[in-house]
């Protein structure tokens, strides 16, 4: 991922002396409302402001178009703006330098659809999911040989060198042995896009990747390319903030929870990542749906 420039965003605001009363503050009474406790804002209000990290180059969830940042953290993160009695920054940094930030204090959230692992559980504490990031594949259209998962046997597959989808062929081969096949080649590629073209090449014949970005190419290239099952464990995607930080995590929580009880988070699934997850846990899970406290040394990475 290339180095990119760094940019403050600054928006919606209000003092951050307002609205105290009996150990929360509360938004305007034309707003929705989010509890925030009198220590968190205590924390605010010692540096002024809230301060969030995001990305530029993570499509759907968080992109540039003409400049602007978009997607759909960005759509979250305009209406928490919203919805809170302070300030909040934005700033814009490489992937490689966003989590370990959070980690080291510098920023106070990370505002991504970062994929909850075991090894981040460690350093990072994550909200409640808003989306799946489980490994699934793609096939050409018109390849009537591959119906099932079962039918990727023998099948030449690609994934993204030393990425989440290669980590997840060591499941699939596991599937497919139970199911008396084997696993074919797989081809490790830098770029997604090199794969995709590949597969139209007929040198491959499925490329495995997130479910919600085959979900977008798929709507994108509806005639060209085919959405197949899920290969590897259940994973899922969340914000991030420092361990420990209990108080904004669950700040953030009710941010959330709101949306998805009021149905918007649906919403916002339909619009960005064109797939929805009515089943997304109430808690933040390790891959294999795995409970945070049994954190083993076989992290996934995004």
Request: glycine share 8%; hydrophobic share 40%; net charge neutral.
């Amino acid at each position: 991922m290339s180095i990119r420039r760094r940019a403050f965003l600054q928006a919606g605001a209000g003092t951050l002396l307002a609205s105290i009363a009996h150990g929360c503050v509360q938004q305007s009474q034309s707003s929705p409302t989010i509890a925030i406790t009198d220590t968190l804002l205590k924390q605010i209000q010692q540096r002024g402001y809230l301060l969030v990290a995001t990305e530029d180059d993570y499509p759907p969830f968080e992109f540039l178009v003409n400049g602007k940042p978009t997607g759909f953290d960005h759509e979250l993160l305009d209406r928490l703006r919203k919805q809170v009695p302070f300030e909040i920054r934005q700033e814009i940094v490489p992937w490689q330098g966003l989590l370990p930030g959070v980690a080291e204090g510098k920023y106070d959230v990370a505002l991504t659809a970062a994929v909850i692992t075991d090894e981040r559980a460690e350093t990072l504490d994550f909200t409640t999911p808003f989306a799946e990031s489980t490994i699934a594949y793609v096939k050409r259209k018109d390849d009537a040989s591959i119906k099932t998962l079962q039918d990727l046997a023998d099948k030449a597959l690609g994934a993204q060198q030393g990425g989440a989808s290669f980590a997840a062929v060591p499941d699939l081969e596991a599937v497919l042995k139970q199911k008396g096949g084997k696993l074919g080649p797989v081809k490790q590629y830098r770029k997604f896009a090199e794969a995709y073209q590949d597969l139209l090449n007929q040198r491959l014949d499925a490329v495995l990747h997130n479910i919600v970005s085959l979900s977008v190419l798929v709507d994108e290239k509806p005639a060209i390319f085919g959405l197949g099952e899920r290969v590897g464990r259940k994973s899922y995607a969340a914000w991030a903030v420092n361990k420990g930080n209990q108080e904004l995590l669950n700040f953030l929580n009710g941010f959330l929870g709101d949306l998805r009880q009021g149905g918007e988070l649906k919403k916002l699934q339909e619009k960005w990542l064109k797939i929805t997850f009515d089943q997304l846990p109430t808690e933040p899970l390790l891959p294999g749906d795995r409970p945070l406290r049994s954190i083993s040394a076989s992290p996934i990475k995004r």
